[in-house]
């Protein structure tokens, strides 16, 4: 079948990339590195000069547990010859070990060929000559001294270590600057750099006498966003409501009663519904995993090619999007580490299997022309791999359905908010989800909540049910900073966009029971 073509959406910013990156020689490394790649042989070859400056920040009842700073930097050369892979790195940046990082490059490719059973093709992509982008924040917290966030997260575990009930608070800012600089024999030369941070704080409160605790956190999603997320000058966040409120949540849910098992209408709300997609459509829609390329590490897919245009995913209102230019994506890039464009696209269109994350290698074998830019590499010295998008479920296009309207139409039900715990099978089909907090729906009213929750469901049974799909004033971005794949291990971050939606007669388990409790 034919696949719509990818579309490229350019964002556009007034930021630059940090002087210090660009004071590096980066085209004498890239100069000298490619030209020795073509002597030695090599039909294509990519330099990356990658540098990573990582932050944590860690709290416990309003003191500081640690703070760790962290920079890496390195270059990688990655090289093609006679259709095989070559790579290898370094962490000096001097044009004569770019030179020679490329020869051992070669000599990698060389000493794989025989263990080669398909040649390396790469899809074409429009030469990037000396481009840079900058992803969309306001505040740097890289510019922010450390005494000043440590003071912020000690005011926001004060506000929740001060209410009833509250026995400990921890919390917790994870900070990431990333640059990098590719350049290829094709002629592309690009510089980026992305910002990116994850602050969360959560309350524990703890029953001695029974011997048991429970938590509640915020649900502030990781985001590709500056220091005004944390502060909430940016107005995205509402830090000071949230905090207020999650003693009371907290308080109520170790009240709750335990839920009843068995077939249940949900209306899940997007700070739940993100690890869904994550694990049941942007897993499975790898089209590594799809062709059991990628398998030992967290499996394969059962949304295969053959099924490509027929597969029916979920109920015609679902339609689902890859997109590396989503604003403040984890997952957003200017061009991903092959030199290809970030593009949108879809991935499942009324409710049927459209398309794949793919990257230049990939492309080629499903039929298609060009790469939608999805390889990453999460190190200088990891070679680039195919890699998750921002994979996100549209809200609906013809009318702003509310969440409080999903919920008037549920008579018995729950509604779910906030992400916990997970499991899902090697081919991505059998799952159970748990969450954050579940208030139970009684004629489409909100009634208290309810607690020992999962749903349990296929893949295409849970996205089967969804009757309907909120507007856009309820599609937020959920996302994570620790998706896992490959091996050697790599991690990215990546964000997934979703409304709240209404599905009906799904499985949920009593998690207590369960347990044998």
Request: glycine fraction near 8%.
């Amino acid at each position: 079948m034919s696949v719509p073509a990818a579309s490229v959406v350019t964002v556009s910013t007034s930021r630059v990339v940090d002087e210090q990156f660009r004071a590096l020689p980066l085209r004498a490394l890239s100069d000298a590195a490619l030209a020795a790649a073509q002597a030695a042989g090599a039909e294509h070859a990519d330099l990356r000069v990658h540098r990573l400056v990582t932050q944590s920040i860690r709290l416990r009842d309003g003191r500081v547990e640690a703070v760790t700073d962290s920079v890496e930097l390195g270059l990688a050369v990655r090289v093609v010859v006679d259709g095989t892979w070559g790579f290898a790195s370094h962490a000096e940046l001097t044009p004569a070990t770019a030179a020679e990082v490329a020869r051992r490059a070669v000599e990698v490719a060389r000493a794989l060929r025989s263990l080669n059973r398909e040649r390396v093709e790469l899809a074409p992509e429009p030469v990037y000559a000396d481009l840079s982008w900058v992803s969309e924040y306001d505040v740097d917290p890289f510019t922010v001294a450390t005494s000043d966030k440590v003071a912020l997260l000690q005011d926001y575990s004060d506000r929740l270590a001060a209410a009833d009930g509250v026995d400990h608070v921890s919390a917790s800012v994870l900070q990431v600057k990333e640059q990098t600089f590719y350049a290829d024999t094709a002629g592309s030369r690009i510089t980026q750099q992305r910002v990116r941070l994850h602050p969360q704080l959560e309350a524990t409160t703890v029953d001695a006498s029974a011997g048991e605790f429970e938590t509640m956190r915020t649900l502030a999603a990781p985001a590709g966003r500056g220091w005004e997320y944390v502060t909430g000058a940016d107005g995205v966040w509402d830090w000071s409501d949230e905090l207020a409120r999650i003693p009371e949540w907290l308080a109520e849910k170790v009240k709750a009663p335990t839920v009843v098992a068995g077939p249940t209408d949900l209306v899940i709300d997007p700070t739940n519904l993100w690890l869904t997609i994550h694990e049941s459509i942007g897993h499975a829609t790898e089209y590594d995993r799809a062709i059991g390329y990628e398998s030992a590490y967290a499996g394969t897919s059962f949304a295969t090619p053959d099924q490509l245009g027929t597969l029916r995913y979920g109920t015609p209102i679902m339609h689902v999007t890859g997109d590396r230019t989503q604003r403040n994506g984890l997952a957003s890039v200017g061009y991903d580490d092959e030199g290809v464009a970030g593009q949108r696209w879809d991935l499942i269109r009324d409710g049927v299997l459209v398309g794949y994350q793919l990257d230049r290698v990939f492309a080629p074998r499903l039929g298609l022309e060009r790469s939608n830019g999805c390889s990453y590499a999460d190190s200088p010295h990891h070679v680039p791999i195919q890699r998750m998008a921002n994979v996100s479920l549209q809200p609906d296009p013809d009318r702003d359905t509310s969440t409080a309207e999903l919920i008037s139409r549920v008579e018995n039900g729950l509604y779910i908010v906030g992400d916990k715990s997970w499991s899902i099978d090697m081919q991505r089909y059998n799952f159970q989800f748990t969450g954050q907090r579940f208030f139970q729906i009684r004629n489409g009213e909100l009634v208290g909540q309810v607690r020992d929750v999962a749903y349990q469901a296929t893949t295409t049974d849970f996205w089967g049910s969804m009757e309907a799909v909120g507007g856009q004033s309820t599609w937020q971005l959920g996302g994570a900073f620790n998706c896992g794949k490959a091996q050697p291990g790599q991690v990215a971050a990546v964000s997934h966009g979703s409304p709240s939606v209404l599905v009906r007669g799904v499985n949920v388990l009593n998690t207590r029971s369960e347990a044998g409790q």
